[in-house]
Each structure stands twice: as C-alpha cells, then as structure tokens.
C-alpha cells in the first residue's frame, strides 16, 4: 500500500480484533503477539515503516536517527528482538513523529518518556516502558527490510493496523480482502447482538448467524 492516507482511511472503524479474525479465515498470520497499546483510546493505521536494530558493545550506538525519512502517515514498526532492558524510542521522537504527521510507532521492545507522547497526543504500541536509553546500547541495523515479529514476517509497505487490542500486520496485496472480510465479521458480529437484544438467547442468536465459525480458515475454492 504506497498511499498512506489511503490505508488509514480504509481501516476507519476496522478493530485489530476483526482484522485478526479475517487473518485467520485466510490461514495468514499478523496479530503481534506481546506488544500493547501505551494508553487506551489509541489507534492507527497505515502503511509500514520498518527499523532493525542491533545490539552494540559500550559505546557508539543510538536510537532514532531514521527518524527523518519517515513518510506522512506511515506506521513506524521497530524490531529490537523484544530487549526491554533499554530503549529504542522517547519524547524528543514522538514530538518529532507528532510534528511530522507520521501515524504511529509499534515497537518490539521499549520506550520511555512516555508521558511526553501522552502530552503530544501521539499513539504508541510496545512490549514495555522503561527509562534507560538505548543510546551506547544498540543501533540501528537496516531500515525498510523484512522483519519478524514473534514469528510474523512483516515487510515494508504492509498495513499496520492498531488499537485498544494490539498490533495486527496484513500483507499489502492482501489488505483489500482482509478489510472486505474483516467489515463482514463486524457485521455479523453486530447482528448477533442484536438478535441477543432482540430476545434471542445467545446461542440462538450465535447459531442463527454462524458465529462460531467466523474466524475458521475456509478451504480455497
Ligand atoms: O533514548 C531514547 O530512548 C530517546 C529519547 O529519550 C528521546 O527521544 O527523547
Ligand atoms: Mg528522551
């Protein structure tokens, strides 16, 4: 997906809960298993941003610098291998990040100063917070490469959609089919709902609509 506003646009009102069940449907990995939302009410999507870092010896490596060839309304996705003993983002980023329009970070690992996003209004996705600095501890290694996330393959330009739940990752050239199906998920959900308050019983109105099967992986016809 190149157009970034076009991928925000069209996950409008996609929870990470119907994309990751549409996944599933389509047998496709994607949800990001052990990364949070920073703060509830939050979400995000739009195209991937990635960054791989590595581990540095005492001295010489930093965190950020990338920071400048980030597009508009991209999702910055950072891969530190889930090391929560240093960081890999903070304040003077998510202000940066604030100003320049980018959607959103989600990082397999930490940040701090997470107050300042929390002031700035700019969403975060992480395996924790803590304040020691990455700096002299890691660097970056690639930026716009695959990376793997708790076994999911991300690349460049995949739609990264999150909120309340988490962090789902779908394949650009599968992301029309999974909004298609995750939009029909929503709505059998909702009309399972209301068949409930209705004055269905809830296996009723779960039987009457299929919900059970929902998320189960269909055979390719
Ligand atoms: O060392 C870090 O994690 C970066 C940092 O604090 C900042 O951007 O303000
Ligand atoms: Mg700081």
Known sequence: MSDPTAASRLAAGLSTASVSDALDSLGLPGSLHGIGAL??????????????Y???GETGGTVGDFLDDVPAGAV??????????????????????RERG????VIHGACRDVAVAAAAGYPIWS???FMRTGKDRVRVAAVQAAV???GVLVHPGDVLVADDDGAVAVPAGRWDEVADIARRIDRVEEAVVEAVLGGATLAEARARHGYHSLQTRKDPS
């Open 39 to 52: 703060r509830q009410g939050q979400r995000t999507a739009g195209p991937v941003f990635t960054v791989t």
């Open 148 to 150: 793997t996330i708790g």
């Open 76 to 97: 910055v996705l950072i891969d530190n291998a889930g090391r929560t003993d240093c960081t890999v983002w903070g304040g003077i980023m998510s202000r940066t990040a």
């Open 54 to 56: 590595e581990p540095v």
């Open 127 to 129: 395996v924790s917070r």
């Open 102 to 105: 980018i959607a959103g970070t």
